[in-house]
C-alpha cells in the first residue's frame, strides 16, 4: 500500500463466540440454536454471498439453465422461502462460466459461491440469521465494501511526458537511455542519492538488485503480471508496449469473443462497473495503479521517461500487464468484484498477482484512526473464505505445468500502519506480504513489520528524508522535481500520461512483483520450471539478510508535511526478523539456472479436425531435427524450423516425440476427442 493508502476498515465479528464446527463466514451460528450475527457498517445493503453444499450442485445446475443464468430463485425450496422473504430480485452465480476452465473451477468448488441481491430496506442481519439457519448453506458472509483511505486531493509529485522527455540527466549506473530512471535509487543505489537532512543518510546497495540482473535478462513478454489497483493507464507512452492484449477481444463490441465470461475485456476488466472499459479518469482518481505498473514494466531503453524492473531491453521484450481495476475514482469495490479479478487473473495468464492493497493490521493504532484487521489466518480466514478460496485458486491454478511456473504468485504489501503485525490477505502463509526499506536499509517508518513478512523492498520514507513542515520539498528552488528518497514512476493525472512519486508499501511491493516476473523471465528463457511453492522460496533464499541493519534508533517526523510534525525514534532492534529479506534480482537470477527443473513438453487435448502450432524453442533447449507420431492415425506432426503444428485425425490417444539436434528424445501424449471445450492443454 502507498502511504496512507487502501486500508479497509475491518468486519467486527466475535469469533470468540463461535460454539459448533458450522461456523458460517465469522459469524458465530449453529444451525438448531442460531445467535446474532454482527454486521459490519461498510456491508453492502441488500446483498448477501451464499455458498451452498455441493450435493445443491444439480439443482442450482437446472436453475441457471433454465433460466439462462438471469434467476431470481434457487430452486431450492428452503432458500427459495427465505429469498420470497427478503423480496430478493437476482440470484447469480458468483463466478461468471469460462468454457476454457470451467472443470478446474468446479474442482475447486468455486461454481458454488452465488450472491443475492434483495430489498436494500430489508435488515442484513435478519437475513444472514435466515440464511444461516439452512442447511443447504455451507458458507455464508456479507458483500462488504473495499475502500480506499488516502486522500485523492493530496499534493502528487508530478511531471508530464513532454517535461520528462527533454531531461538530458542520465545515470551512469543505469544501463539503459530512459532520462529520468536517474531518479530511480530504488533499482541501482549507489549511495549518492542527494539528502538535506542531517538525521537522514542513504547507503549503497539499498536496493532491489538489478544492476547484475539486467546483464542476465531485462523481461519477456511471454510473463504476465496481473495488477489489481486502480486501471493501469495502458496507452501510456511508457507503458503502452507492456500492455496485456486479449487479441480476441475489442472494446465497445459488446461481444464475449473468447467465451471467458467477460465482454470486451482487451486489456482487462473493470470490475466496480462490470465492463470491459478501464478508466484513469474517474473524479477521485490518483494514478496509483500506473504508478505500480511502471515499477514493474515501465517500457526500459525507449528514450524516454523512467525504467522498469522487468520492462525490456537490450533486444528483448517486457513482461506484460494485465490492469484489473478495483478502484474507480471514488466508487469502493466489494469482497464480490475482488475474487472475480483474482480468479480473472489465473483464468487468462497471469502467474503474478500485484496486490498494492489489504486490510488493517490487529496492531494498528486507534488513537491514530485505524481500525484494527484479523489477527490470525483462522480468524482471516472465517472472516472471508471467498476471498481465501479465491487466492487459492490462484496459487494453485494459474500457469501451467508445462510453463515456467506451475501456480501463480500472490505479492501484497504489508500495510502503512507503523504496526507490528503484517495484514491480510498478505499475511496468508501461501501469499507474500512486502515490507518497505528507505535508502539506507533501515525499514520505512510507515511499514507494517512482523514474523509474517517474507520480503522487503526500497518504498521510499518521507517522513525520514522529507523537510518537517513543508509540503512541497519535492521542488528545488528552480520548481524542478528533485529526488527526496520516495519512488518514481509512471503516472496519470487528470487524464494527463506522466511520471511522479509516491512511498509505502504500495511502492515497495511492485518491486517483489518486477523482480519476480523478471527472474520468471530469465527461468523461461533458460527452459527452467518451478512451482509457485519452489520459485516463492527461492525468492526468499536469495534476498538479502538485512538485520544487521537494525542498530540504534532512527529518526523521523510522522506528518512531516504539517505545520505539528511529530519526531519519533524507532528503536531498530525491535524490527529484527521481522522485515523478512531484502529482495534481490542479480541473486535470484544467478541461482534459478541450479534450480527447478528442464521444461518438458505439454500433453495436447484437441478436438477431430483440430490444429495446435506449438513453439519448440519455449520448451526445449535444443532445435528440434525431427517429429514424429506413434499413430498416425490418429493425429499427424508437422515440423517447420523449430515450430510444431498437430492436427487432430480422430478419437483416440497416441505419443508425441520429438529429437532434438543434441540427440534427446522428447515425448508428450496427444489426446483426440469427438469435442473439446478447453484450451488444448492437458
Known amino acids: ?227 489489481m489497483d486502480e486501471a493501469v493507464m495502458w496507452s501510456h507512452p511508457d507503458l503502452a508496449d507492456n500492455i496485456w492484449i486479449n487479441a480476441e477481444e475489442q472494446l465497445h463490441a459488446g461481444v464475449d469473443a473468447d467465451g471467458n465470461g467477460y465482454v470486451d475485456d482487451r486489456y482487462g476488466y473493470n470490475f466496480v462497473r462490470n465492463t470491459g472499459v478501464t478508466s484513469w479518469t474517474s473524479n477521485g482518481s490518483t494514478g496509483h495503479g ?56 489465473a483464468d487468462n495468464g497471469a502467474v503474478i498477482l500485484q496486490c498494492s492493497w489489504g486490510y488493517n493490521s490487529a496492531k494498528a493504532n486507534l488513537i491514530m484512526g485505524y481500525t484494527p484487521g484479523p489477527a490470525t489466518e483462522e480468524e482471516w480466514a472465517a472472516l472471508y473464505p471467498l476471498e481465501k478460496e479465491a487466492l487459492d485458486y490462484f496459487i494453485n491454478c494459474a500457469g501451467s505445468p508445462n510453463g515456467v511456473i506451475d501456480g501463480g504468485l500472490a505479492i501484497f504489501a504489508s500495510g502503512n500502519e507503523y504496526a507490528a503485525q503484517s495484514s491480510f490477505p498478505a499475511a496468508y502463509s501461501k501469499c507474500i506480504s512486502v515490507a518497505a ?48 528518497g520516495a519512488i518514481f514512476s509512471t503516472l496519470v493525472m487528470n487524464g494527463v500520461a506522466g511520471y511522479g512519486y509516491y512511498e509505502g508499501t504500495s511502492m515497495a511491493c511492485p518491486h517483489v512483483s518486477g523482480v519476480a516476473a523478471l527472474g520468471l523471465s530469465y527461468a523461461k528463457q533458460q527452459h527452467r520450471h518451478f512451482t509457485s511453492e519452489e520459485f516463492r522460496e527461492l525468492l526468499y533464499t536469495t534476498a538479502e539478510d538485512i538485520d544487521d541493519y537494525f542498530v540504534g534508533e532512527k529518526l523521523f517526523y510522522m506528518r512531516h508535511t504539517s505545520a505539528g510534525a511529530t519526531p519519533v525514534k524507532m528503536n531498530l532492534t525491535e524490527y529484527r526478523g521481522k522485515m523478512g529479506r531484502l529482495v534481490d534480482a542479480t541473486a535470484l537470477l544467478k541461482a534459478i539456472d541450479g534450480s527447478g527443473r528442464d521444461m518438458r513438453l505439454p500433453n495436447i487435448c484437441l478436438a477431430v479436425g483440430a490444429t495446435k502450432e506449438l513453439n519448440l524453442g519455449d520448451y526445449l533447449s535444443s532445435e528440434a531435427t525431427n517429429a514424429t507420431i506413434v499413430n498416425g492415425v490418429i493425429a499427424t506432426a508437422e515440423l517447420s524450423g523449430n515450430t510444431l503444428i498437430i492436427t487432430a485425425k480422430c478419437e483416440g490417444q497416441t505419443v508425441l516425440e520429438v529429437t532434438t539436434k543434441e540427440g534427446a528424445t522428447h515425448k508428450a501424449t496427444i489426446t483426440v476427442r469427438e469435442r473439446v471445450e478447453d484450451n488444448g492443454w492437458l
Open 1 to 227: 500500500m502507498n502511504r496512507l493508502t487502501y486500508y479497509i476498515a475491518i468486519m467486527a465479528l466475535a469469533l470468540a463466540t463461535a460454539c459448533t464446527t458450522d461456523n458460517v463466514d465469522g459469524i458465530a451460528t449453529n444451525i438448531e440454536n442460531p445467535t446474532t450475527a454482527v454486521i459490519p457498517e461498510d456491508a453492502a445493503a441488500g446483498e448477501v454471498i451464499i455458498k451452498f453444499h455441493p450435493d445443491m450442485e444439480p439443482i442450482l445446475e437446472a436453475t441457471m439453465t433454465r433460466t439462462s443464468g438471469a434467476a431470481t430463485r434457487s430452486g431450492i425450496p428452503s432458500t427459495d422461502e427465505v429469498l420470497d422473504i427478503l423480496d430478493a430480485y437476482s440470484f447469480e452465480r458468483l463466478f461468471p462460466v469460462d468454457s476454457r476452465h470451467e472443470e478446474r473451477t468446479r474442482q475447486a468448488g468455486l461454481h458454488l459461491w452465488y450472491i443475492v441481491r434483495f430489498d436494500e430496506a430489508q435488515d442484513i442481519t435478519s437475513a444472514m440469521e435466515r440464511l444461516s439457519r439452512l442447511g443447504e448453506v455451507d458458507k455464508l458472509q456479507c458483500n462488504r465494501h473495499i475502500y480506499r483511505a488516502y486522500n485523492p486531493d493530496a499534493e502528487v509529485r508530478f511531471i508530464s511526458c513532454d517535461e520528462a522527455t527533454t531531461t538530458t540527466t542520465h545515470s551512469a549506473t543505469m544501463p539503459f537511455n530512459d532520462p529520468e530512471s536517474y531518479r530511480q535509487w530504488c533499482y541501482i543505489n549507489d549511495g549518492t542519492a542527494p539528502i538535506t537532512q542531517p538525521w537522514a543518510a542513504v547507503i549503497a546497495g539499498a536496493d532491489a538488485g538489478c544492476a547484475g540482473a539486467w546483464d542476465m535478462c531485462t523481461g519477456d513478454e511471454d510473463i504476465v503480471v496481473a495488477v
Open 290 to 345: 500506473t504508478h505500480v505498473a511502471g515499477t514493474i514494466a515501465a517500457v526500459n531503453d525507449n528514450g524516454i521517461g523512467c525504467s522498469g524492473i522487468a520492462g525490456g531491453g537490450k533486444g528483448n521484450k517486457g513482461v506484460k500487464i494485465m490492469t484489473l481495476q478495483l478502484f474507480d475514482g471514488m466508487n469502493a469495490s466489494t469482497l464480490a468484484m475482488e475474487a472475480r479479478a483474482i480468479k480473472y487473473a
Open 437 to 484: 526499506i528507505a535508502a539506507d536499509y533501515t525499514p520505512a517508518s510507515y511499514s507494517n513489520y512482523g514474523s509474517e513478512v517474507l520480503l522487503s523492498a526500497p518504498g521510499g520514507d518521507l517522513e525520514y528524508y522529507g523537510t518537517p513542515g513543508q509540503s512541497d520539498d519535492a521542488y528545488d528552488a528552480n520548481g524542478t522535481l528533485k529526488e527526496q
